[in-house]
């Protein structure tokens, strides 16, 4: 709080300041997808950025005389009416040549304000640019101010020119306020700005705004193209959704509730990139890669190839190894992005030459074992969806009008030899049972799946833990529907493992059907909904209530970068009608509208961890445990090592907290923290208003669950998802993506087939060789860290972001408590008698390590869902 500062300034002084900021790209970030406009860009992500952000020193001096303004704001002395006084105007200076603290691209200059003494200190700032070029402000920084030495604005964002704007731009100083502690002459601006933020909610939204609102998923399909690509609205309907923000496009003609599409997607300028972030360059690289780069692709492989399968398992491998030779000049009309310059290795040839995967890195046939197969249930890219088995035969919760019986036929006597001497019964009740259930989610969709080129089972696999801490798989069942209705149930066949003959061909294409549905609702649900989508309602909500200068705005801010943006690209080339996961993945058409009907038993407070193992029943409440959760897999790598993250986190969140509310009463009368709440739950989560398990956000423990919540979602639990992809389903064997025929009967010529030729029959079940490319392609992309990324324990300005020292330490004792935990991991992959941290792959689980490089690692917890 400002306070003592009557006759501090002298009349007539004047205050030093120094502006931070960096100039426009000089490339737009959008000719990235433009293969002309690239053709001279080598080298690295960083190497871009500096040919982009090159300084000119023309262009910069034109910042300097009457081109930027900027006006003092006090928080402590108020005019007439209440409102903070305002200084005069005054103008950016000279270049500063050399400023120890600058980063790539930035330029800072000198300004000097006339700031009295009657004018108190200065608590926030206008800004108005008079040139037609936008700038990224980067920060504002007050030199010697009598009593208070220096003040920090920690700006961050996109100034257009003023004309654009309704009201001035305005900042606010590093300091940290509840709405109740605001200085009074800070009062109306903190709540004007939000105001700005909110919008009016109407009119179609331009690049320049930084209007926050809500919409629901209207704009995946595209009607008036054609009608086949026509979809769903997701939100607001009989299919729930979380909200997206709103664009305000016009609707498409042949279809009022869907929103028109074009190349571009509006998004509040600051959530846009374009400001010295390699991550812009890997976002752009997959647009480019799903408008150019696949494409390309395709066309040359349809020239060179008769067979567009794969005839063996060393053809899949050849894609590593050998690589595939392309006809002339195809690699020199692909956009010569630094990724694709490094994927397509030519050594003088031209060869399509992808990185090998980490999962085929050490042992080329692991991943064929059932040890690999169930050990990537707990340590693998989607380890968060097997259950403990508590009822047998496993039950279907589907309507039994609609969809008949649904009870497994897996038996007693399919699992009883291999479950060491237990009985079902006694099996269950020492806890040794569990299971990959994928039935219910599929069986209403499965007969219009399989109406198309696809062709899927709904699937359960039945798993036993055996003395060596692994899991065993005991029974796959495979289920289509009934030739005569839906409502007779499906029909079930159960397969048994086997290691010899046909039998064991047999088994391995049952893993794959189960692998290629685990691999779809990793995609829509795992990674897609309970991440990316469920996460967004939080930004807009935060940004629309929670002032910049509030605790909980703050705390939040880093683990929101860049998600909306991310999103939007998502909606125009990933999860829109026929984009990569419709073309590439067996829900098809049909996959967003299947994760909105997974959406309708999403539950916020399930999310957090611990409550998720619980309800899974891998885990029980017990206080001598650590983190108060006994493991009932004990070697469960995703449940272990997230269970440190966990609490690393929640004990941050409740030492920050703390610090701010020092009673529960405090939370119950922050206004901006209740309307940012309500606003949450009513709109952007708005299809589950009404669920009771939403908390009323009354108590500090509230605040803190909730908020570390959603910061494991967006950092740790995104990051266990997301960036093992291409390191396990890099190699299409191990994780396909689509089942393109049945399982050969006994007596057909497919089965004859099989038992001449597996491999073959395998590879022409799978994903194909297009679609393949697709993948890994597109995963590859989504699978690397940028070189700046962010994570967790740290943050961009770490130094700046509050002028409370207290928060401030308590996070660098968060950072110095995760780079332990990172050691304690370590230890943990070195110790041999936990065998489901490497398994027959030989691959340890570094998925939550919470540091990593810039790349392909396999590791790393950036602080939020940026690709």
């Not at 359960?460 to 003395?467: N, V, Y």
């Not at 090592?641 to 920050?656: A, H």
């Not at 994780?735 to 029959?761: A, C, H, I, N, W």
């Not at 065998?835 to 810039?854: A, F, Q």
Request: aromatic share 10%.
């Amino acid at each position: 709080m400002f306070s003592g500062v009557a006759g501090l300034i002298n009349r007539g002084q004047k205050l030093k300041g120094t502006v931070v900021l960096m100039h426009k790209n000089a490339i737009d970030i959008n000719a990235l997808t433009s293969v002309q406009s690239v053709s001279g860009i080598v080298g690295g992500a960083v190497g871009v950025v500096g040919g982009i952000f090159g300084t000119s020193v023309d262009l910069l001096t034109s910042f300097a005389g009457r081109s930027v303004a900027l006006k003092l704001i006090s928080a402590t002395s108020s005019d007439a009416s209440g409102k903070g006084k305002v200084g005069k105007q005054t103008f950016l200076e000279g270049l500063i040549n050399s400023l120890p603290t600058l980063r790539d691209g930035q330029s800072a200059f000198d300004i000097h304000f006339e700031w009295d003494s009657d004018m108190g200190i200065p608590g926030a700032f206008y800004i108005e640019n008079f040139m037609q070029l936008e700038f990224y402000l980067v920060s504002l920084t007050l030199e010697d101010v009598p009593n208070q030495g220096t003040i920090h604005f920690e700006c961050n964002s996109w100034v257009y020119n003023a004309k654009m704007y309704n009201s001035t731009r305005i900042f606010f100083a590093n300091k940290t306020y509840l709405p109740s502690q605001t200085p009074a002459p800070l009062v109306a601006y903190r709540e004007e700005e939000l105001k700005t933020l909110r919008g009016n909610g109407t009119g179609e939204r331009k690049e320049h705004e930084r209007i926050y609102d809500y919409d629901v998923y209207n704009d995946l399909g595209d009607p008036d193209s054609n009608d086949r690509l026509a979809r769903p609205v997701l939100g607001g309907s009989t299919l729930p959704y979380p909200r997206r923000g709103r664009t305000g496009r016009k609707p498409t003609r042949k279809d009022p509730k869907s929103e028109s599409r074009s190349d571009t997607v509006y998004l509040p300028r600051d959530e846009s990139f374009g400001h010295l972030k390699s991550s812009d360059f890997l976002v752009y690289i997959l647009k480019s890669a799903a408008q150019n780069v696949i494409p390309q692709l395709q066309s040359a492989l349809r020239l060179q190839f008769n067979n567009p399968e794969f005839t063996s398992f060393d053809d899949v491998r050849g894609l590593y190894d050998g690589g595939i030779k392309l006809p002339t000049d195809v690699l020199s009309k692909l956009s010569p992005i630094p990724l694709f310059t490094e994927l397509f290795r030519t050594d003088g040839e031209q060869v399509l030459k992808f990185p090998p995967p980490k999962v085929i890195q050490v042992n080329q046939s692991g991943w064929m074992t059932d040890e690999e197969f169930a050990r990537e249930m707990i340590a693998g890219v989607n380890p968060h969806i097997i259950k403990r088995l508590e009822e047998f035969p496993p039950k279907s919760k589907l309507d039994s009008q609609l969809y008949g019986d649904n009870t497994s036929t897996i038996t007693r006597e399919h699992l009883e030899p291999n479950l060491g001497g237990f009985t079902v019964e006694q099996a269950i009740g020492n806890n040794r049972l569990f299971i990959l259930d994928h039935h219910d989610t599929l069986i209403p969709y499965l007969r219009r799946i399989n109406a198309t080129d696809t062709k899927a089972y709904a699937t359960r696999t039945i798993l036993f833990l055996q003395d060596n801490g692994t899991l065993k798989p005991l029974a796959i069942e495979l289920s289509k529907p009934h030739p005569q209705g839906d409502n007779f149930g499906p029909v079930s066949d159960v397969y048994l493992p086997a290691e010899q003959g046909v039998d064991a061909s047999i088994w391995l294409l049952a893993k794959a059907y189960v692998i290629v549905n685990d691999s779809c609702y990793h995609q829509l649900v795992s990674h897609w909904l309970n991440t990316h989508a469920v996460v967004e309602p939080f930004v807009i909500a935060t940004n629309r209530h929670l002032s910049v200068v509030h605790p909980i705005h703050k705390l939040l801010l880093p683990h929101y970068r860049d998600t909306m943006n991310i999103n939007a690209l998502a909606r125009n080339v990933l999860v829109n009608a026929e984009g990569i996961i419709e073309s590439t993945f067996l829900w098809g058409r049909y996959a967003l509208e299947m994760s909105a009907v997974v959406y309708k038993d999403w539950v916020f407070p399930e999310q957090a961890l611990p409550a998720d193992l619980v309800k899974r029943g891998v885990a029980v409440e017990d206080s001598s445990s650590p983190h108060g959760l006994r493991l009932l897999i004990e070697d469960y790598p995703y449940a272990a090592d997230g269970l440190e993250i966990w609490s690393c986190i929640k004990s941050w969140v409740q030492e920050y907290v703390f610090f701010y509310y020092k009673s529960d009463a405090a939370i119950a009368q922050d206004t901006e923290l209740q309307a940012f709440w309500k606003e949450l739950v009513e709109v952007g989560h708005g299809d589950k208003k009404n669920e009771p398990w939403w908390v009323k956000m009354q108590t500090r423990e509230e605040l803190i669950e909730s908020c570390t919540t959603l910061i494991w979602t967006a950092s740790a639990l995104h990051a266990a998802v997301n960036f093992g992809q291409y390191p396990y389903g890099g190699y299409i064997l191990n994780r396909p993506t689509l089942s393109r025929q049945f399982m050969p009967e006994l007596g057909s010529p497919e089965y004859d087939e099989l038992s001449k030729s597996p491999q073959k029959v395998f590879l022409k079940t799978i994903t194909g060789k297009n679609d393949a490319l697709k993948d890994l392609t597109i995963i590859e992309v989504l699978s690397r860290h940028a070189s700046d990324e962010f994570y967790l324990g740290q943050r961009d300005g770490a130094e700046f972001w509050t002028s409370d020292p207290e928060p401030i330490a308590a996070f660098k004792r968060f950072g110095t408590r995760l780079a332990e935990i990172e050691q304690k991991l370590i230890q943990r992959n070195n110790d041999e008698t936990l065998r489901n941290r490497y398994g027959p792959v030989k691959m340890p689980y570094t998925l939550l390590y919470p540091s990593s490089e810039e790349g392909l690692t396999c590791r790393g917890i950036p602080n939020s869902i940026s690709i």
